[in-house]
């Protein structure tokens, strides 16, 4: 579990392309400023929970190998990376550890599109779209990720909603490498579809 604090952004160095009667997927090769990461663990990756297959040290951090599956790149941002795309990387939670965002998985729901950035005061306002079936989900003053940023939704429509990005979070994710148009992973609040849940039962 992961809390959207993103705390690094990586860099894709190589993706290869894996076929096996079982299925197709993608292995990628990600450069991490991290020192300790260790094979097995999990990292979140533009959103989406994946395993650490292969670690290697560099005097930078440590570069990882994980494998996405078939399924995984159908219904996630992720099947565009290629060499040089930068990732939001998030490492779990440990117990004790303060969560600064909201509760996280890394399952994304659904990809979205920024629609619009505009200037608003020290911050930008962001507009995304999103897929309807998400809308019960998108409540004013609620949570999202969005690849693996915990935001607060403002002003939600049946297929959009709004976030106010602070210069800081800008630079300190993918966000600054983003425009008009670009997709993104979407993540709605565990919470709120626990609840949603129930009311349907």
């Given at each position: 579990m992961f809390s959207g604090i993103i705390q690094a952004v990586g860099e894709v160095r190589r993706t290869t392309e894996l076929v096996s009667r079982d299925g197709s997927g993608r292995?990628?090769?990600i450069a991490s400023p991290f020192r300790n990461l260790r094979k097995g663990e999990s990292v979140s990756v533009e959103g989406v929970c994946l395993?650490?297959?292969q670690c290697r040290k560099r005097p930078?951090?440590?570069e990882f190998k994980t494998v996405i599956s078939e399924e995984t790149l159908r219904k996630t941002t992720l099947h565009a990376l290629s060499p040089g795309s930068r990732v939001n990387l998030?490492?779990?939670l440990s117990v004790g550890d303060r969560i600064g965002g909201h509760f996280?998985?890394?399952h994304v729901d659904g990809v979205g599109r920024i629609r619009s950035i505009r200037p608003e005061g020290a911050s930008k306002l962001y507009t995304f779209s999103a897929p309807r079936t998400l809308a019960p989900a998108l409540l004013s003053?609620?949570?999202?990720?969005?690849?693996g940023i915990s935001l607060t939704i403002l002003d939600p429509k049946r297929e959009r909603f709004s976030a106010s990005i602070l210069p800081f979070t800008e630079k300190a994710t993918t966000l600054r490498h983003?425009?008009?148009?670009s997709a993104v992973n979407l993540e709605t609040d565990i919470l709120v579809k626990a609840v949603l849940?129930?009311?349907?039962?």
């Amino acid at each position: 579990m992961f809390s959207g604090i993103i705390q690094a952004v990586g860099e894709v160095r190589r993706t290869t392309e894996l076929v096996s009667r079982d299925g197709s997927g993608r292995s990628l090769d990600i450069a991490s400023p991290f020192r300790n990461l260790r094979k097995g663990e999990s990292v979140s990756v533009e959103g989406v929970c994946l395993t650490v297959v292969q670690c290697r040290k560099r005097p930078e951090g440590t570069e990882f190998k994980t494998v996405i599956s078939e399924e995984t790149l159908r219904k996630t941002t992720l099947h565009a990376l290629s060499p040089g795309s930068r990732v939001n990387l998030e490492r779990p939670l440990s117990v004790g550890d303060r969560i600064g965002g909201h509760f996280v998985l890394g399952h994304v729901d659904g990809v979205g599109r920024i629609r619009s950035i505009r200037p608003e005061g020290a911050s930008k306002l962001y507009t995304f779209s999103a897929p309807r079936t998400l809308a019960p989900a998108l409540l004013s003053k609620g949570s999202i990720a969005v690849d693996g940023i915990s935001l607060t939704i403002l002003d939600p429509k049946r297929e959009r909603f709004s976030a106010s990005i602070l210069p800081f979070t800008e630079k300190a994710t993918t966000l600054r490498h983003k425009k008009a148009g670009s997709a993104v992973n979407l993540e709605t609040d565990i919470l709120v579809k626990a609840v949603l849940g129930r009311r349907v039962r």
